[in-house]
């Protein structure tokens, strides 16, 4: 059992489109990393988030953490061919260690 | 410091061999992490440590995985014995204490095992 689900496993939209991608669990955070992560290479860090509701936008991607940290969201709008790759999230879980927790990611590919 | 480096990129060995990856972490942290990745997954934690402790293990990081990171910069991971399950791309990440949630990674070294 993955304690950070994501949703969908797989998206292909056209460029232009919005999406939501999804990061959930039945624990709790204290905080909560979105990555983005293209073959071959290790993955990139895009956000941190620590409290709960907190929202951050990054130009075209807003990302938002549930109120009792134990969720998360990233929405991408107008998506671009450039957005394309493998979007994880990982979390530290509140009061367990300091390792970082992934989830089994969601892959993206946005279409010309 | 450009960022967290691992080497090598690739590395090709024969079943039963022994290897061993290298990080450098960004100059100023102090955590730094290890994870493997199999096609398809996300990471897997194996070890993580602060400066020269190695402070937690999964179960994950058999008798033939061994880390180290003797002076508090660079570590070094090595697989006795490999096996070719052992295939996948491992990952070193590094991160500030004080700043513990924002983790940066590597480029990976992707083992295969023939």
Redesign the interface.
């Known amino acids: 059992t993955q304690l950070l689900e994501q949703s969908p496993q797989f998206l292909s939209i056209q460029e232009g489109e919005n999406l939501t991608v999804y990061c959930n669990s039945s624990s709790v955070f204290s905080s909560l990393q979105w990555y983005r992560q293209e073959p071959g290479e290790g993955p990139v860090l895009l956000v941190t988030v620590v409290t709960g509701g907190e929202v951050k936008k990054l130009k075209r991607l807003t990302f938002q953490f549930g109120d009792a940290r134990k969720d998360s969201s990233l929405h991408i709008t107008a998506a671009q061919p450039g957005d394309t790759g493998l979007y994880l999230c990982a979390g530290v879980l509140e009061n367990y260690g300091q390792n970082f927790v992934f989830g089994p990611g969601t892959r993206l590919s946005v279409l010309p | 410091d450009t960022g ?1 480096s ?1 080497n090598p990129r690739h590395k090709i060995t024969k079943r039963g061999q022994n290897v061993t990856f290298r990080c450098d972490p960004i100059s100023e942290h102090n ?1 730094l ?1 290890w ?1 493997r990745q199999t096609l ?6 194996l070890t ?1 440590f ?1 400066n020269e402790a190695q ?2 293990k ?1 179960r994950l990081l058999s008798d033939r995985f061994s880390a180290e990171r003797p002076k508090g910069s660079f570590s070094t991971l090595e697989i006795q014995r490999t096996e070719q399950g052992d295939s996948a791309m491992y ?1 070193c ?1 590094s991160s500030l204490v004080t700043t ?9 070294t ?1 083992l295969t095992v023939v």
């Open positions: 967290v691992q955590r992490y994870y398809g997954q996300g990471p897997e934690f993580y602060q402070l937690e999964s990952l990440a513990g949630s924002e983790a940066f990674f590597g480029q990976g992707r």
